[in-house]
């Protein structure tokens, strides 16, 4: 019996082999004749990512070509590359071969994808594709763990029909769409005929584009207005009490301050426990968000690191969206916690050795856990390049806290009131640091207030401070990261990154790399502009797009359903635009 194994790339593939056994190469095929893991010979070959295409139709940006949706896609070897014909045709020999074949693609959506186009090329080869490796460790112990857990092919299948789903449609979007908005805007003479001039389309930067845009337009819009606020300060205990109201007129503010006294009358002290957990563990985006406030660092770079530390066996699968893991996973982090200390030189207190239910959750845990350290510990020194270094020890110092206690403090509100007006600040006295110890300044740990009493008198003085209204924060590519794409549901773990560069690159925004801010250009208002008031610059339909292609990958929605109706929506708007854009020729020319 032979067993192919189709890996996604020739280091993968190598892992493999020295997990399974002793392996011999026959032309790039790493062949084991026998291991404990498998029954029979395992035959495995590597792609080298995807290696077929879209034969994409020759058809010339012209209006009347438009809308081009009655198009059969179909997949073809990538040209010019001698490598992928190459590995296409081990691939195509061993399979003919095989008895079964393991699909050992990355455990993700592209990495179905890449599979199952490949092996939809070889005729036969997709019955024999029974079984699923699904990966999230490349160590030794995590790769032989997944072997010895080998998931059903079908269990798995539906995350391609999602993956070809999403490629589809934005291959429709982005040739229907990039075409109609540079040939309308020529014709309006908005757009210069010019070559590399054309704008481009797409379903998910197209939004994100916008929310830039329309970012900018608030803080431009946005008129500064001053305010005044009353502020009261205790003589005896050097504490300053505000009032919140905010007053636009001055003399109003001053008329408010003439009536007060030099005492005023503790009515409220409230005291509340508060207890906060350490954060969650990293998923991609918000490992992406981290460093890109802490360190400037863009996320396709965070993205190509943390892949590299993947690969080198220190952390975890990295393009994932959930920050839990399971009790597997918890128990060989707990077994190395003081290895990960001895690693970072940091002291922790164990005060959670069991498993929490805020970080590990099997349940939860349907495709990839929390991006941790492995149980291969580097040399920080001579493993690491500085920017591996410090994303290892963020990740590594973020799973150790899980075990941390919790950051406990007393929170304080105290209500004055003079003359009627009332008057609040607030203070911590900490508890237990828990985790905050690594977090931190000794200046911010405690802002503990003098013991206050209900009705006790205060001697003190008021005044009017000055500020005026702030203009709304620009948005930062670690804001972008963390909060906006998760709240709109915009693009997935892996193509994030590439969503960022790709609007930077095609001329649509430009960032600070001092404050990490995003501007746009005139270029992104032009296609905003046009696209204003359209789903295809909406991000909450992107968002509900991307729930729909979500129910394709848990098998509740055809691939088939999805494209048509997305190619509908293509096809009502570019007939819309095609129709305005002949009746303003018309009252251009008079005909």
Not at 40 to 56: C, F, K, M, Q
């Amino acid at each position: 019996m032979i067993t192919m194994v189709l890996a996604e790339k020739p280091d993968q593939a190598r892992e493999y082999a020295k997990a399974l056994g002793n392996s011999e190469n026959h032309h790039g095929t790493l062949v084991i004749k026998e291991s404990p893991y498998l029954d029979g010979e395992i035959h495995i070959v590597a792609a080298r990512g995807h290696l077929l295409e879209y034969d994409y139709p020759k058809i010339d940006w012209k209006m009347e070509n438009l809308p081009i949706t009655n198009v059969d896609l179909k997949l073809r070897l990538k040209k010019g590359d001698a490598d992928i014909s190459r590995r296409f045709n081990a691939i195509k020999n061993e399979a003919k071969k095989a008895d079964e074949i393991i699909i050992g693609t990355d455990a993700d959506r592209e990495g179905e994808r890449i599979a199952y186009t490949i092996l939809s090329k070889v005729p036969g080869s997709l019955n024999k594709a029974k079984k699923r490796l699904w990966i999230n460790s490349l160590t030794t112990e995590g790769i032989r763990k997944s072997f010895g857990e080998l998931k059903e092919a079908y269990e798995t299948k539906n995350f391609y029909h999602e993956a070809e789903a999403r490629s589809q449609s934005d291959w429709f979007v982005g040739f229907n769409l990039s075409p109609l908005v540079t040939l309308d805007l020529q014709s309006q003479h908005r757009l210069d005929r010019k070559k590399g001039n054309a704008m481009s389309v797409g379903r998910v930067q197209t939004p994100t584009v916008g929310l830039i845009c329309a970012n900018d337009q608030a803080i431009k819009d946005f008129q500064s207005q001053p305010y005044w606020k009353l502020e009261l300060f205790d003589n005896d205990h050097e504490i300053k009490f505000v009032n919140e109201t905010k007053y636009f007129d001055r003399d109003e503010a001053q008329a408010v301050l003439d009536r007060q006294t030099n005492e005023a009358q503790v009515v409220t002290v409230a005291t509340k426990l508060v207890e906060k957990n350490p954060p969650k563990l990293f998923d991609l985006t918000s490992l992406q968000a981290f460093c890109s406030k802490k360190w400037k660092q863009d996320s396709a770079t965070t993205l190509k690191i943390v892949q590299g530390l993947y690969e080198k066996k220190y952390l975890t699968y990295p393009r994932t969206d959930l920050p839990y893991i399971t009790h597997y996973e918890f128990e060989y982090l707990k077994k190395h916690v003081q290895d990960y200390q001895n690693v970072l030189g940091i002291t922790i207190d164990v005060v959670h050795p069991e498993p929490r239910k805020e970080y590990v959750n099997d349940k939860k845990v349907k495709e990839h856990f929390a991006i941790v350290p492995t149980e291969v510990i580097p040399d920080l020194v001579k493993d690491l390049s500085s920017v591996e270094r410090r994303v290892y020890e963020a990740v590594t110092k973020r799973t150790l806290l899980m075990f941390e206690g919790n950051y406990t403090y007393n929170s304080t509100v105290v209500t004055v009131v003079d003359n009627q007006v009332e008057y609040t600040t607030n203070g911590i006295e900490v508890v237990e640091l828990g985790f905050k110890k690594f977090e931190l300044t000794e200046d911010k740990m405690d802002q503990a207030l003098p013991k206050y009493v209900e009705n006790q008198i205060l001697n003190v003085n008021t005044s009017i401070k000055e500020d005026k209204t702030k203009a709304p924060k620009r948005l930062t590519e670690s804001v972008l990261m963390g909060k906006v794409f998760p709240k709109y549901g915009l693009g997935t773990p892996a193509t994030r990154a590439s969503i960022i560069e790709n609007i930077q690159r095609r001329g649509y925004v430009t960032k600070n790399k001092k404050t990490d801010e995003l501007f746009p250009t005139d270029r992104a208002f032009l296609l905003v502009e046009y696209l204003a008031d359209n789903e295809f610059v909406n991000p909450e339909t992107t968002a509900s797009w991307e729930y729909f292609l979500s129910k394709i990958g848990t098998g509740e929605l055809s691939q088939e359903v999805f494209i048509d109706a997305i190619k509908e929506k293509i096809e009502k708007f570019v007939n819309e635009a095609k129709l305005k854009n002949k009746t303003l020729k018309t009252e251009r020319t008079g005909e």
